[in-house]
């Protein structure tokens, strides 16, 4: 026997009196269609990350100079006014050398 508190049972479900037909009928539809948009909203995530990423990965090749200031907010890479440093410069040297340093 399925055990109840405050009106909800095992499945998170709450229980209604009437069980109408057509009520648990509207509940599972939208039910339905809020899974298939969560999945869609995980794909489009997915796609999303991949895309920024491909973008990122033509301003390093490139230059930031290439994406308009849109792209850069859009992307996480405004100007901070800081200049390419130490980093960029070292992961040249490692991209650069003939043998493991």
Do not use: W, Y
């Not at 390093?60 to 901070?80: A, I, M, P, T």
């Amino acid at each position: 026997m399925e055990r109840v508190r405050n009106g909800v049972n095992g499945n998170g479900s709450k229980n209604m009196p009437n069980g109408d037909p057509h009520v648990q009928e509207v509940v599972k539809a939208a039910h339905e269609e809020l899974r298939q948009l969560m999945r869609q909203r995980a794909e489009i995530m997915k796609r999303i990350g991949t895309v920024k990423q491909t973008i990122v990965g033509l301003a390093n090749l490139f230059g930031d100079n290439v994406l308009s200031e849109e792209l850069l907010e859009l992307v996480d890479r405004k100007s901070s006014g800081r200049q390419p440093g130490f980093t960029k410069a070292c992961r040249m040297v490692l991209m650069e050398a003939n043998r493991p340093l």
